[in-house]
């Protein structure tokens, strides 16, 4: 068996976030029986400046839980920038960067890394983890200055055995969109700032009376952009999915 080391992305938090981030590559290296040592993987991430192995020892103790390969050589790895931040998608959510980097004081770190360690799914079907494709090693976000905003990148390992149609299917290119899922506490009103849902009861001005139709999302209320910000969000999951919410999440095989 080979022995692999996936290099990827370490953030510390400091006071303004969007100075955090600095390119680096992420580097996987394959080491054979031989002891000699080839690149497998390289992709392109934003950390605090330095890189760092990912621990993926933990991967014989979550592939039980997911029903997926604990050897690393199983997976094809994908890097995918889930989501951006301060940007609604199709559904008119969005996620702010100082909410993605805020502490996450159940999960024990910022609330984009909670990504890390959860199941990969095809089109959401995530209510049995045992039907998980595969798993997401790491998570980085990546500045983009020009637009003040930031992506979250997932780099993402899926289980050839326990699907080789769809691990071709993303091998060859014909599926290349992916979504994520999300848990949030409540969700602000990007106009207002009230709060609106999770229950229908809890809705502001801008907000249609039955949350479930959400008719004025997407508009502009007031000569702004209506749309609803996630507040206290946890990521559990990433799908593979033939229609993205991000128009901009489609993965690049690494």
């Not at 050589?73 to 995918?80: E, F, G, H, L, S």
């Not at 502490?103 to 910022?110: A, N, V, Y």
């Not at 095809?122 to 798993?135: D, P």
């Amino acid at each position: 068996m080979s022995k692999v080391t996936i290099y990827g992305s370490t953030v510390s938090a400091v006071a303004r976030p969007q100075d955090m981030y600095k390119c680096k590559p992420m580097v996987a290296t394959v080491e054979d029986r031989t002891g000699k040592k080839r690149v497998v993987t390289k992709i392109e991430a934003r950390d605090a400046g330095y890189t760092a192995p990912v621990d993926i020892s933990w991967l014989a103790f979550a592939a039980p839980k997911y029903d997926i390969s604990p050897n690393i050589d199983d997976y094809i790895i994908v890097n995918i920038p889930a989501l951006t931040s301060d940007l609604p998608n199709r559904n008119s959510q969005a996620f702010t960067l100082p909410t993605l980097t805020e502490f996450d004081p159940e999960m024990g770190c910022l609330r984009y890394r909670t990504f890390v360690g959860k199941p990969a799914h095809v089109e959401h079907q995530n209510k049995i983890l045992t039907a998980a494709k595969g798993i997401i090693l790491d998570a980085s976000l990546q500045a983009v200055p020009r637009y003040k905003l930031a992506k979250v990148n997932l780099l993402t390992a899926f289980c050839k055995p326990k699907d080789t149609q769809l691990t071709a299917a993303i091998s060859s290119g014909k599926r290349k969109g992916y979504s994520m899922g999300a848990l949030a506490s409540t969700f602000r009103c990007s106009v207002c700032g009230g709060v609106v849902g999770p229950s229908i009861k809890r809705t502001c001005k801008c907000t249609p009376t039955d949350y479930n139709t959400l008719e004025l999302l997407g508009g502009i209320y007031n000569g702004r952009l209506h749309y609803h910000a996630a507040v206290d969000p946890t990521f559990f999951e990433i799908s593979s999915v033939a229609d993205p919410a991000d128009y901009t999440a489609i993965g690049d095989l690494v």
